[in-house]
């Protein structure tokens, strides 16, 4: 799980972190790019009701979900800080990553807690056999946009516990990293309710802003593609 402040800050941990996950087991000199499965959690931590419910189970579970997610699944929190082993919430921060994000994809933060499952690709630049660098961004081309309060609320989701659970379980399961995604897997898994397998598959396709009435229906079920 990373706390960051910026976009720049997103993809400065994120690189450092991939770089190091590789630097033991590098890849095939062959390979341009690798698709990273990352959730964007837009929570603001200043919100009352059932909103300040969901930030204080997030806070309470960071550590946990932390050590689990572990190299499988990075988990970024734009405007919140750590002070410890706590996280803390930087409103400017979120403010201006909220900006940030939305200058660079179609999508458009609701006001209350949204998670964002989508790409980040990793691409290497090789400087001989065994050695490389490289820096990655994220790609909103398939994107997972997940409203968890309304999904709570309307019972699509029991908690935000046994929903995160699943989704590093399903990051774990699905755990070979390539240039290929592994986004569908992750939304068969956790992010469409049972049984509604075939409904889904009629519906997978590129979702506008603009289109609000459709866009708040489906978002919580459709991959779209909300790249600018």
């Keep these: 799980m990373i706390a ?9 941990s994120l690189d450092y972190s991939i770089r190091n996950r590789l630097g033991n087991n ?15 959690f837009f929570l603001r931590g200043d919100r009352g009701g059932f909103g300040k419910e969901i930030v204080e189970q997030v806070v309470a579970s960071y550590s946990f979900w932390n050590e689990e997610a572990g190299k499988y699944f990075d988990m970024i929190f734009p405007g919140w800080g750590k002070d410890g082993n706590t996280a803390v919430y930087l409103p400017e921060a979120f403010i201006r990553c909220k900006k940030e994000f939305e200058d660079i994809s179609k999508w458009k933060y609701s006001g209350e807690a949204d998670i964002l499952l989508l790409n980040y690709d ?3 630049k090789w400087n001989g056999r065994h050695s490389f660098y490289g820096n990655g961004r994220f790609n909103f081309d398939e ?3 997940l409203p968890m309060e309304l999904m709570i609320s309307e019972g ?3 908690s935000l516990d046994k929903f ?5 379980n399903c990051c774990k399961e699905n755990s070979y990293r390539s240039d290929s995604s592994v986004l ?17 598959a009629a519906i997978r396709s590129q979702f506008l802003k603009g289109y609000s009435k459709i866009y708040d229906e489906l978002r919580p079920y459709a991959v779209c593609n909300l790249s600018q």
Aim: hydrophobic letters at 40%.
């Design 4 to 12: 960051v402040q910026s976009l720049e800050n997103a993809c400065s």
């Design 26 to 40: 590098p890849p095939s000199e062959d390979i341009e790019q690798i698709k990273y499965p990352v959730g964007l």
């Design 122 to 124: 990793f691409e290497f």
């Design 143 to 145: 994107t997972i946009v």
């Design 156 to 158: 699509k989701v029991s």
């Design 164 to 168: 995160m659970q699943e989704l590093i």
């Design 184 to 200: 569908l897997k992750i939304r068969d898994k956790v992010a469409m309710p049972k049984g509604k397998d075939a409904m889904f």
